[in-house]
């Protein structure tokens, strides 16, 4: 089709696709009322956002599933317990072409679609997230692009169509999930190693992916097209931006994650800072921890046991009470959980998942008001368990706090509470009108009194406790700045949470009274000194003493060599190092000279190590910072200190320090080694002032 006529195709199937149906009569949080009109996501306003956001942000929990051909060998191959699940073709390095021969084979006679999406239903989840294809690239819907789909099975039908059909049908939004990565597909690169296929064509494959794209939206209005496999270079943010874009023409209601491009950090998942398309970040088997911005929407996908695919042997499946406080977990820290079943090569849920999804329905069933509609907890942390609110007609506000263990006096705390309870007492979600909890202020925290006998459900018991506003907590004053080191005089700014909440601060290491301390927003520091400050409330002291150290220090002068020339040296170690000092005295493999820190003079895939040293070009007299990105250990040295210490085997890891230099060259080394699997080096810099990390210009290595 010319190009123009292909346009004007998408644009008439999108002005006339209503892709997310009707609403279930009883269903008040479906997307109805979203703009029709075709917008890109650079013109959407912040409330258009929202708005196509908002099914999403109130269903808090989706189920995940990960079906294809795969399921077939099911981790066994040739006879032999290989593992690898849905990443069989890759972990046992299978040839595509012998891969594709399961094709054949599938024939899931049990799958029942209304099944999937009642199971799905009774466990509180509100959307399902199907994979229409996995990185194995066949398609669980019959394309009009391959052959290499559920059509070519002796089962036939259409799979994909059957589930979003039930699903609609039970008030679940159907989801897809879609790989970029295709180990089948004649276009994909790059190609596996023992894959000797000719040819291959990125741009080609980028179209392929294109028309299949507007085949499923076209055809069955996906809520969120879930994205994956992004990051083998061939991969690139513009196609990214293309993908992401093409799709919020087609239809702009749908939400897209943010592996269709290139900003994810890795397992965490979030979006790095730079313009990367994508609605939400993808923890994958992690939960992140506190402090999240507000805003920030993210999904935490998990298994339920080990695998994503079907594994009979995988018995490592976590209990409904860790699942059920996962959840809440994730809840209370304003994200989403997607939480993943593998069906049988006959279409059947494992009789495990099946058990604790229906356990977490139970729970459900009982406690939803807790999780759908929900906001992220006030609380930093909470000793007994986790909380989660939502917003009261009257301007008020509903806590659910979810106790997860019982403290030993029956008294549940919230710490640094300020806001006025609507009642006296609490009650318990389970037995609102049974339980009357006694409520008490306890300076400036709020306390509630839990029987024994209250404790309803071990797993996590829910209390509601309503505020008459949304709730103020009071932790510690925000100072603008981390401890350091610092070179001239300068002033700090510490703000206050409220405007009913005062500030008091001591720079002589004593603990700041409301009558003593020092009452300043702003506090010159000209010294070495130990800066502590605390919040008020009407003269009482709240929340905890924050306290600071900075350290007044010189630049350390710099050197002037005898012979100046670009680059670093470098000398490789082959041996299995886990940590920098173990390759100390090692025999030298190789030696030479590179232009910055890469490691393209790596030796070999694994067990080496790398030393650069030379001088690094300081461009103005301050605090320095540097940041090493190293999968495995590094350390950074400069005049013999370690201002970085990355050390020891692990994962991709970000570690920083900072070091007070004057202008000029300053003698830097780094060492760096590589155990087993990734591996990865990367160095950067942030200026005096700055807070954020670059790369550092190449010319500024020298030796
Ligand atoms: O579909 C399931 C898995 O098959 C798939 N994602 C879930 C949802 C998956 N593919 N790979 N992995 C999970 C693990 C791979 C991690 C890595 Fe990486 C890929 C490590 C290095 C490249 C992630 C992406 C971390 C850095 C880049």
Known sequence: ?????????????????????????????????????????????????????????????????????????????????????????????????????????????????????????????????????????????????????????????????????????????????????????????????????????????????????????????????????????SWTHADGQRTYDLIRRIDPRIIVNNRVDTGRTGMAGLTRAGGYRGDFGTPEQEIPANGLPEGVDWETCMTMNRSWGYQSFDLAYKTTSDLVRKLVDIASKGGNFLLNVGPDERGRFPLQAKERLAGVGRWMSVNDDSIHGTRASPFPTLDWGRCTRSSLPDGGERLYLHVFDRPEDGVLRLPGLLTRPMHDAANLLAAPAAGRLRVERDGADLTIELPADAMVDPIDTVVILDLVAPALVVEGPRIAMASGIFIDPFTITIESPDPTVQIRSTTDGSDPTFELGVDAARIEIDRTTTLRTRCFHEGEPVGAVVERRFERVKPIGSVQPFVIRDGLAWRTFLGEFERVSDFAGAATEAEGVVATVDLSMQPRDENFAVTFTGFIEIPATGVWAFALDSDDGSTLRIHESVVVDNDGLHSALEKSGTIALEAGLHPIRIDYFEGTGQDDLILKWSSPGSDTFMRIPTERFKR
């Open 1 to 233: 089709m010319p190009l123009q006529t292909t346009l004007l195709a998408i644009a008439l199937a999108a002005s006339n696709t209503p892709s997310i149906p009707a609403p279930p009569p009883d269903a008040d949080w479906w997307p109805t009322d979203l703009p029709a009109r075709v917008v890109t996501p650079l013109e959407e306003t912040p409330a258009e956002h929202d708005a196509r956001m908002a099914w999403w942000r109130e269903a808090r929990f989706g189920m995940f599933i990960h079906w294809g051909l795969y399921a077939i060998p099911g981790g066994y191959w040739e006879g032999r317990r290989t593992g690898g699940a849905e990443w069989i073709l890759n972990t046992v390095k299978i040839h595509p072409d012998d891969y594709m021969a399961l094709q054949s084979q599938f024939d899931p006679v049990d799958f029942d679609a209304t099944e999937w999406a009642i199971i799905a239903k009774n466990a509180g989840m509100r959307y399902l997230v199907l994979t229409s294809k996995h990185h194995d690239g066949f398609c669980l819907w019959p394309s009009d692009f391959t052959t290499f789909d559920v059509e070519g099975t002796p089962f036939e039908r259409d799979i994909l169509g059957e589930l979003v059909e039930a699903c609609r049908a039970e008030g679940v939004v159907p989801c897809l999930y879609h790989s970029i990565m295709d180990w089948t597909h004649p276009d994909y690169l790059p190609r596996r190693a023992w894959d000797d296929r000719p040819g291959g064509d990125h741009d080609r494959y980028v179209e392929h992916l294109h028309r299949q794209l507007e085949e499923l939206i076209e055809r069955y209005g996906p809520g969120v097209l879930w994205f994956d496999g992004e990051w083998e270079g």
